[in-house]
């Protein structure tokens, strides 16, 4: 199996790292950028979308509350990123919310985080593969009539991407990224230019539609509600910001402030873009409509079911560059690209995360384990394939999806922030020096009232979005806490069970007697290496055992016996029903209850083969057999292997190879940085 998989693994990944290549990987803040930050970038390609299909449930008039609820955004976003500069510069290490959270609230408020951003990760890659399907649908008609499987192909894609390792992953990213940002910020510039300096008049495609409104003449409770729904709708921008304070250790150094000037850099970016697009909006006359089919009226008609809406980003584009103009068609395919790479935010986050909840016994031990190319390879397979079940079951709908959003992310945002506070308070108990303490007020205040504000809206969320899908994220929420408490609980098991007595018991005093077995179905070589190997134990008592299925070759094995003249005695096991297995276990347990202070050592000859098919047609005797007795106290089990000539071509052909994985191979422990040479050693 090894080398059938050898081959294509390198073909798709790359050639395996050294352990001590780690620093190599590390990232400077231009690729750190695009890598961790794509999600809350591109996130203005539809949160604008968001505020606009909310509001449109009201009519046009609702639309004049879009720049009031594009400043509640901006305040919020510009509380967020502040709340996590205190957050990477306090905890460096990578935990982000779950470490902050743990470490001040808790074990189960750091679960907590913990399960809401497992869940916000799968989410961010499902919402943002789906959403950039549909953008690139509107050029391509292929993909809107076959957007799951394009959907599932895209996320398979950036997995590949992603196993190759996250600084080339980060370089293949950074590009679209860029090239999206200033395709943004053009169009602002243009449409300001165009509007304010040259007068001109830009009209949406949707400019000379009407809304026909579900719920015309909105007041009092209603409208406030809306608004709230359209607010939490639009909270879509924030997505991914606490990306960056779980991939701290990724930065190169001096990491904290390299971390902090990104999530900078991010927050200015996203909030300005975010802004002109609504603004654009405005100015261009952009019509949204839940159900554009019927909602969306030409000359009081419906558009009908042979309507596609295109995004908010794509029409206004439309009105400013001109349909079909270089700039436009630019623009829509970096905005394509920047909303499937986007996922590359959780790409990064989910397998770290995963890492660091495994090395604390919350997760299996595998996902803290790096792959070749010194990622976390278990966790961004296990992201996928989750992401891919929910893009499946919500056929990439992406306004289905972005229901379920975005509840996470403000439950990790609002127990983070409390736990930052908390982290203050403590310090300032122990800190004299006026200074110190003076940045500690501001940074308390800071963080004091980003845990409100994030509290408060994480309340709108539940509200607003609870009856239309949220109810799923927190159903997951709930299964990945109970799964990990579950994991943590028998780690925690088997660790008190395996312990090492401080005194010795009955498990590690030596026992009395070893009463040695070899099995034996023919009189081969096999069988002659395991009989010698097993008097090299020097047991007390030693015997070759066979189960008796067929009379005429039981007589054969006994008269070869004797006539070799083999000194260790052979006992023959009746089995009326021909069975092979529950006879040799049945005899090992008696000789267990006859005396239970001894010790059974069972020797097992077994042929290695070369290919994986021969394992089918050898050794599954032995496999069940070693299966069912490792359930059996007190019984050692030791295979006696016999290299059959296919198994030594299959390794001379493997060493040919410049690198070989044995079969089996496995990758454990820290990954550390190249040491540095001692003066003596340089002598």
């Known amino acids: 199996m090894s080398k059938l998989t050898d081959v294509p693994k390198r073909i798709l990944i790359g050639r395996a790292l050294r352990s001590d290549r780690l620093a190599e990987t590390l990232l400077p803040k231009r690729i750190a950028l695009p890598v961790f930050a794509s999600d809350p970038l591109s996130s203005v390609a539809y949160a604008p979308g968001e505020v606009l299909l909310v509001l449109s449930v009201a009519g046009v008039s609702a639309y004049h509350f879009s720049p009031w609820i594009a400043v509640a955004v901006v305040v919020l976003m510009f509380t967020v990123v502040a709340s996590y500069r205190q957050n990477v510069h306090a905890y460096p290490s990578g935990g982000g919310d779950y470490e902050v959270a743990t470490t001040n609230l808790g074990p189960k408020a750091g679960l907590t985080v913990a399960s809401a951003l497992l869940v916000d990760y799968v989410l961010t890659v499902a919402v943002s593969i789906s ?70 008049t830009m009209k949406a495609p949707t400019a000379d539609y009407t809304i026909h409104a579900e719920q015309g003449g909105l007041a009092g409770f209603a409208l406030i509600f809306l ?25 190169r150094k001096p990491k904290s402030k390299n971390a902090a000037t990104t999530l900078a850099l991010m927050g200015g970016l996203a909030v300005t873009m975010f802004c002109g697009i609504i603004a654009l909006a405005m100015t261009t006359r952009v019509r949204m409509a839940e159900n554009p089919a019927t909602d969306l009226l030409n000359n009081g008609k419906p558009l009908g079911s042979g309507y596609t809406q295109n995004p908010v980003i794509s029409q206004v584009a439309e009105a400013v560059f001109g349909k079909g103009s270089f700039l436009f068609v630019v623009l829509a ?51 996928a394939g989750a992401a891919t079940v929910l893009v499946y079951l919500y056929g990439a709908d992406s306004t289905r999806l972005i229901q379920l959003y975005i509840v996470g992310v403000f439950v990790s945002f609002t127990l983070s922030q409390i736990g930052m506070v908390r982290h203050w308070n403590r310090h300032l108990v122990g800190e004299k020096d006026p200074a110190k303490r003076r940045k500690m007020y ?26 239309h899908g949220a109810w799923v994220a927190l159903l997951g929420m709930v299964i990945f806490f109970v799964t990990m408490t579950a994991i943590r609980r028998h780690y925690d098991r088997v660790s008190d069970e395996i312990a090492a007595p401080d005194m010795p018991d009955d498990d590690v005093v030596r026992p009395s007697r070893v009463h040695a077995i070899v099995l034996v179905s023919k009189l081969h070589k096999p069988t ?11 047991s007390d008592s030693l015997e070759a055992v066979s189960v008796d299925v067929d009379q005429a070759d039981t007589r054969a094995l006994r008269d070869e016996w004797e006539r070799r003249g083999i000194e260790v005695p052979l006992k023959v096991l009746a ?107 340089k002598k």
């Open 333 to 383: 395919a970096a905005t394509a690209l920047v909303l499937f790479l986007a996922a590359n935010t959780a790409y990064n986050g989910f397998p770290l995360l995963g890492s660091i909840l495994a090395q604390d016994r919350y997760l299996p031990r595998q996902l803290h384990t790096r792959g070749d190319r010194l990622a976390f390879s278990n966790g961004i397979v296990l992201l």
């Open 227 to 251: 608004l709230l729904r359209a607010f939490s709708s639009g909270c879509a921008a924030l997505t991914g910001v606490e990306a960056i304070s779980n991939g701290v250790p990724a930065f």
């Open 131 to 200: 959403s950039g399907v549909e953008n690139l649908g509107s050029a391509v008609p292929f993909v809107v009539e076959h957007k799951t499987l394009c959907a599932i192909a895209i996320i398979v894609l950036l997995t590949l991407m992603n196993l190759r390792g996250v600084k080339e992953s980060g370089k293949l990213f950074a590009i679209p990224t860029y090239v999206f940002v200033a395709g943004v910020f053009i169009m602002i510039l243009w449409g300001a230019i165009r509007g304010l300096v040259l007068g001109d």
């Open 442 to 467: 501001r940074s308390r205040a800071i963080n004091a009232f980003g845990a409100f504000f994030t509290g408060l809206v994480l309340v709108v969320v539940l509200l607003t979005k609870f009856t």
């Open 575 to 681: 089995s009326p029903y021909r069975e092979i297995t529950r006879p040799i276990i049945d005899y090992v347990k008696s000789l267990r209850r006859d005396s239970p202070r001894d010790a059974v050592s069972v020797y097992i000859p077994e042929y290695v083969v070369g290919h994986w098919y021969e394992h089918l047609l050898h050794n599954q005797s032995a496999l069940r057999l070693k299966g069912r007795l490792l359930f059996t106290p007190g019984v050692m089990v030791t295979s006696v292997p016999w290299q059959l000539d296919s198994s030594e071509a299959a390794k001379k052909r493997a060493r040919k190879r410049a690198e070989w994985n044995a079969p089996g191979a496995v990758r454990r422990g820290q990954v550390t940085g190249p040491k540095k040479e001692s003066a003596a050693t």
């Open 528 to 538: 002659l290496r395991a009989l010698n190997y097993a008097k090299l134990m020097r």
